[in-house]
């Protein structure tokens, strides 16, 4: 795994360590990330993806829905509301993001509740920023905005004499709609938050040359929302939650489910993605470096979790589950540090989160039977908070 050290076995701390090459780019910041291997996710069904099981610390898998909410839902109901409940982004090649603009993979809001992905960047402007856009961004905003509002009332019309079971399925299309509509009028409301925090729209947006142009746009957009405070939880998706995957930007022409078969320690191709990834991640941490909040930054107050959604291999049965934080969100996890902890399932790193947001649980989606079995433990991973 590329995120240990060469020659770590045991805990300790960065300082005087150096990072692997895929992880070079965070080198400036290792005072500031901790990283965790040992915990497991064996019951997630990873394979190529654990999907929903991902987030969810449950089964998950190919086809298989979600059974409970996932830890980014939990989190964002934890914390401080917002306009959004999590936003999650999804990066793929240029043909699948275009074809399928909105997906479900990863994130849910309850038990077959999933919450849906934005994968075009110019749809999301347009969906957050559109009110305050000028040109034919804006038509399309108000264009759209009363299509919706009229659907909905048709929506709620036909839902009328149905029977109880087909109404309470066809309910939840009728709340989709409504809280499309909802998010529409709240955005109304702030447009001066909206164009302080708005991203320049350029040729990336409309006429990308390579996937990683549109990559780079979603990830603008995702900080823009965070600066604006229309959400508290962004969650992005390198894959889409799946197993495929195109980076043909960084000169990378293989793609797809046969990248996760090449031999991974060493390999320039997976140096370059992993790379791209956490220039990302320093992108994410300068702009939240750059927003006052409180007596410091955004980013004082935020915590980054960087991992995968099949652990640590293709056809992973998920024995290890890598993991690395960036910040303490507001001094409340330990940074500096390399920790490998010994048998405990994902579960409790995520139970961990929440002790550290101030919503403590005894466990996270584990009944008492399966954390026997899985060695999981009441309460947060002590040595991950400060």
């Not at 991203?199 to 995702?222: C, I, M, Q």
């Not at 290890?320 to 399932?345: C, S």
Request: aromatic share 8%; hydrophobic share 35%.
């Amino acid at each position: 795994m590329t995120c240990i050290p060469d020659g770590l076995k045991e805990s300790c701390a960065l300082d005087g360590v150096t990072l692997q090459k895929p992880m070079q780019a965070l080198e400036p910041y290792k005072n500031r990330i901790h990283i965790i291997t040992g915990l497991h996710g064996r019951h997630t069904n990873p394979g190529h993806s654990a999907y929903f099981g991902a987030l969810g610390a449950y089964r998950g898998g190919t086809g298989v829905p979600p059974s409970a909410a996932t830890i980014d839902y939990v989190l964002s109901r934890a914390l401080p509301q917002t306009i959004l409940p999590p936003l999650c982004i999804g990066m793929e090649s240029l043909d699948s993001m275009r074809a399928r603009p909105t997906l479900a993979t990863l994130s849910a809001s309850g038990p077959n509740q999933p919450i849906f992905m934005h994968c075009d960047p110019n749809m999301l402007y347009q969906m957050l920023f559109g009110s305050i856009a000028e040109g034919s961004i804006k038509q399309h905003y108000e264009a759209r905005s009363n299509v919706m509002l009229e659907v909905e009332r048709l929506a709620q019309r036909k839902a009328k004499g149905l029977p109880m079971s087909d109404g309470e399925r066809y309910g939840r299309y009728v709340s989709g709609f409504q809280e499309l509509n909802g998010l529409s009028q709240k955005l109304s409301q702030i447009s001066d938050r909206l164009k302080e925090f708005a991203p320049k729209l350029d040729a990336r947006y409309s006429n990308p040359k390579f996937e990683t142009d549109w990559h780079d746009a979603l990830l603008e957009v995702g900080i823009a929302a965070l600066q604006a405070d229309l959400t508290s939880v962004l969650t992005i998706a390198s894959g889409c939650g799946e197993y495929f995957g195109s980076w043909k930007g960084l000169g990378i022409t293989d793609s797809g489910h046969g990248l996760g078969h090449i031999d991974q320690p060493g390999n320039l191709i997976w140096t370059k993605i992993r790379q791209y990834n956490c220039e990302m991640l320093v992108k994410l941490m300068k702009a939240l470096e750059a927003i006052p909040e409180g007596s410091g930054s955004m980013m004082d107050n935020t915590l980054i979790v960087y991992s995968s959604n099949n652990a640590e291999k293709q056809h992973s049965e998920g024995a290890t589950w890598p993991f690395v934080l960036l910040g303490n969100a507001g001094g409340r996890f330990k940074t500096g540090q390399y920790t490998n902890i010994k048998e405990r399932p994902i579960n409790d790193l995520y139970a961990t989160f929440l002790h550290g947001v101030g919503a403590p649980v005894d466990r996270f989606n584990m009944d008492k039977n399966m954390a026997t079995l899985h060695h999981s433990k009441l309460g947060p991973i002590e040595e991950l908070l400060a």
